[in-house]
């Protein structure tokens, strides 16, 4: 059957958000560009805060002020933090995952991360959690992202980014998938994929995995510095923090 382009990811949040989020109710299938699929539980997109990964949790202690959650989905990392009092804006390019988050009580708006909506007051926190490391796509839109979310932080602000070191692997298809990206000059762990639910796809799009080293090859230069970092196996999350002029 013929693909259908359109907001998949924002449809299975959707769905699951109107089966209560229950584990096993709605899945989302990611493919990619070598034909490779990844299936996951979308309830995972509604966890709460005892289920995010350990490092996740240690890392958001760092979290303070007017808080930015860039690729906030259903608002996973924002309806917590903002439970704890914290004034929280999410931004995503899901028309549906934004109106999910907006019924989970999130304030969330249509952006991305090369181009967060107008009109935001500064923020003292930028998130990129949930292994959104990804969105800086590669190492050409990386400078680009990194500039735009200094754009929005206050001199002396915060970035906390969570993402999987791709390197710790011994899957061949993995370690091929490596090698072809090296071949077409990208960086290995970046990823060609979209979101599908059932005939219903995104566009492709480019998500990073990247280890300790190369992200701090790509925020090298950048408006940021690399602070506090916790890692626990193959998942790390970083505090970065915005220049001060």
């Known amino acids: 059957m013929e693909t259908i ?3 998949a990811f924002g449809r299975v949040l959707e769905r699951c958000h109107a089966a209560g989020a229950r584990p096993g109710t709605e899945f989302t299938v990611i493919e990619r560009d070598d034909g490779h699929v990844d299936v996951h539980d979308a309830a995972a997109y509604f966890a709460e805060r005892e289920s995010w990964p350990d490092v996740e949790r240690r890392i958001c202690t760092s979290a303070t002020g007017r808080v930015l959650d860039v690729g906030c989905g259903a608002g996973r990392h924002a309806v917590p933090l903002a439970a704890d009092g914290l004034e929280v804006v999410g931004v ?3 028309p549906g995952a934004v109106a999910v988050a907006c019924e989970r009580g999130v304030d969330a708006r249509i952006g991305s991360a090369t181009a967060l909506p107008a009109g935001l007051e500064p923020f003292d926190t ?8 990804g969105l800086l ?3 050409q839109t990386a400078p680009v992202v990194l500039a735009e ?3 929005v932080t ?13 390197f710790d692997t011994d899957d ?14 990208r960086l290995p762990g970046q990823c060609r994929i979209r979101v599908r639910h059932g005939r219903l796809a995104t566009d492709w799009f480019d998500y990073l995995f990247v280890s300790e080293a190369e992200l ?3 925020v090298a230069g950048s408006p940021w510095t690399v602070g506090r970092w916790e890692r626990d196996g193959h998942v790390y999350a970083v505090e970065l923090t915005r220049a001060r002029q």
């Open 216 to 218: 701090r090859a790509l």
């Open 172 to 185: 061949a298809e993995h370690l091929g998938y490596h090698r072809w990206n090296r071949e077409r000059g």
């Open 126 to 133: 930028v998130l990129l959690l949930g292994n959104n490391v």
């Open 154 to 166: 206050v001199p002396g602000g915060r970035l906390l980014v969570s993402g999987i070191d791709p």
């Open 5 to 7: 382009t359109g907001d």
């Open 92 to 94: 995503d390019t899901s």
């Open 137 to 139: 796509g590669s190492a």
């Open 149 to 151: 979310l200094a754009r």
